[in-house]
């Protein structure tokens, strides 16, 4: 008999294969809310569950998980929307898929750096409506990117896989963290302790830590006037770590040149005086979304989903 799953939304078509292949699961894929989910696993006497990070699922939602489900597995590396410590607590096993998503996650904080600077938005409006009318050369100017001062919030695996392609720009990179990397993973990045004293030096700033108690609201109108006039702000993190009304702030006066935008406090609904914006160059939450990504991030939330059935410790555990 094969183990029992429940997928909570539409994920890619290779994994769903996957599934079909190795477990007893009805896929709909349909985007299901926690309250149907739990249904759905007491129904299916489920022994295992496949969540994104669309849904929260919080220390009731997790409590109302029957007993037969040994694992939760999401297909993210983010976790802000599990409680960890809920899981811990029942002794629910919990895992993401790190790793995985590093390389595109950081191809596209490029995309929207380059975006940003060179006026992607505005370029790809204008011919979309025809162009017909010529330009100066004085006008439609961007930035220069090559060349600047890029800062990192958060060097771990994506923010350094954003410094490695950084430096192929000839910029300079910047970064704090909760604390300083090794030489060897620094690879001439340059830390500073004082996230504050980070903002002043650097000609765009992009986002890499988890959203969590340290990190929520750390962009807000004090630490955006901290960054120079003209700078570009980017964001793939999550959308909590920004206060959204002092970014729109620092936009329409100008004191920011650009931002890029692929995460929002509110998802799918995120605050449309971004997108009235011409220096906003603006992604769904589309960060990991390659067919190569996603079937891994699907076959990683699998393999933990296996270990854990088989016995043994998620490979990714959120939790120990
Ligand atoms: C992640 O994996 O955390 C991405 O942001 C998609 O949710």
Redesign the pocket.
């Known amino acids: 008999m094969k183990p029992r799953l429940i997928v909570s939304r539409q994920i890619a078509p290779d994994v769903v294969t996957r599934i079909h292949q190795e477990y007893d699961c009805p896929y709909e894929g349909k985007e299901m809310s926690a309250a149907e989910v739990i249904a759905a696993l007491h129904a299916h006497k489920a022994d295992a569950l496949l969540i994104?990070?669309h849904v929260r699922y919080g220390a009731a939602e997790i409590a109302a998980i029957p007993d037969h489900v040994k694992i939760l597995a999401t297909y993210?590396?983010?976790t802000d929307h599990i409680d960890i410590a809920a899981c811990k607590a029942r002794g629910l096993q919990a895992s993401n898929?790190p790793n995985v998503?590093t390389e595109c996650t950081a191809d596209l904080a490029l995309l929207l750096m380059l975006n940003a600077f060179r006026r992607g938005a505005e370029y790809e409006a204008i011919m979309r409506k025809g162009w017909r009318v010529g330009y100066g050369m004085g006008e439609m100017m961007g930035r220069r990117m090559s060349g600047k001062t890029l800062g990192i919030l958060g060097m771990g695996r994506i923010g350094r896989a954003v410094a490695q392609r950084a430096r192929g720009f000839g910029m300079r990179i910047l970064y704090h963290n909760a604390r300083r990397l090794p030489a060897e993973l620094e690879a001439g990045a340059e830390y500073v302790a004082d996230f504050r004293a980070m903002l002043p030096q650097i000609d765009v700033l992009s986002l890499h830590a988890p959203a969590g108690p340290s990190t929520t609201g750390i962009m807000n109108a004090e630490t955006f006037a901290l960054m120079k006039p003209g700078a570009v702000f980017i964001n793939t993190a999550r959308g909590a770590l920004v206060d959204e009304d002092a970014l729109l702030d620092a936009l329409q006066s100008n004191h920011l040149f650009a931002a890029g935008l692929d995460?929002f406090k509110s998802e799918p609904e995120f605050d449309l005086r971004f997108a009235a914006l011409p220096n906003v160059f603006l992604t769904p939450?589309m960060?990991?979304a390659t067919v190569e990504t996603r079937n891994a991030?699907g076959y990683r939330a699998l393999d933990n989903i296996a270990a854990v059935l088989a016995g043994r410790p998620p490979l990714d555990p959120l939790w120990t």
């Open positions: 994104t990070s993210s590396v983010g898929t998503l995460v939450h960060a990991s991030m």
